[in-house]
């Protein structure tokens, strides 16, 4: 089936560590979008990619980065700069970021800090 | 500012009674308004609509836009305890930043 895959559901992290969240997607879209959602608070964009080797940041780009080296794949990666990286990150991914197309959504991850 | 506003923020409501879900919104260069539905992890498409009056059906759910007023609605019949869920509204601006301005959402609990 179709679709996007994050990895892992669950994420710990230690003060002071980099942690990679994981995301593939299979649906053939160029645009790939990374989301932070946190309760009261509406999904907010942290990065997104059109096409490969190219991104951009979004809102909150801040203790983050990324990579787009193939299409499938989005990684992101919190880094020890995040002062307050727990959250929800949701994986998002659209035909092209130009195109009047909805986003489909990864089923998130949860980082937690230890 | 473009902005994205839902209401109410959260409603409970009984099996089979009727819902509207409320998006307004101010977004300069309107291009789309979506509606997604988020259980406890994925939001799910549900509707996108582009044009004034024209009413989106799936099953039991509804949606219009009033580009005029700058607002929308979603309408759930005969709620199911399964319809409990966040509803999140956004607004694709269309300008060369081309992004999605997400509402906070409402969340709907569903009794039976």
């Known amino acids: 089936d179709g679709g996007i895959t994050q990895s892992p559901k669950y994420l710990f992290r230690k003060e002071g560590q980099n942690v990679t969240l994981s995301c593939e997607q299979n649906?053939?879209?160029?645009?790939m979008y990374w989301y932070r959602q946190d309760p009261g608070q509406g999904l907010r964009l942290i990065y997104y990619s059109q096409i490969v080797n190219d991104f951009q940041k979004g809102d909150i780009a801040e203790g983050y980065s990324v990579s787009r080296e193939k299409k499938e794949s989005f990684p992101l990666t919190v880094t020890s700069a995040q002062k307050n990286p727990t959250a929800f990150y949701l994986c998002a991914s659209s035909i092209a970021r130009n195109s009047n197309q909805p986003q489909h959504f990864g089923d998130g991850t949860r980082l937690s800090i230890l | 500012e473009d902005k994205v506003v839902q209401s109410p923020l959260s409603l409970v409501v009984h099996e089979g009674d009727t819902v509207t879900l409320n998006c307004s919104y101010e977004v300069t260069n309107f291009r789309s308004l979506l509606w997604y539905k988020q259980e406890k992890k994925a939001p799910t498409f549900l509707f996108m609509l582009?044009?004034s009056g024209i009413e989106k059906k799936s099953g039991r759910l509804s949606s219009i836009l009033d580009k005029k007023e700058l607002f929308s609605i979603l309408n759930i019949t005969a709620t199911q305890t399964g319809d409990s869920a966040i509803y999140l509204c956004?607004?694709?601006?269309?300008?060369?930043?081309?992004?999605?301005?997400w509402g906070l959402g409402t969340s709907l609990a569903v009794n039976p």
């Open positions: 649906l053939n879209h160029d645009a």
């Open positions: 956004a607004v694709l601006n269309a300008g060369n930043n081309r992004k999605l301005i």
């Open positions: 582009t044009s």
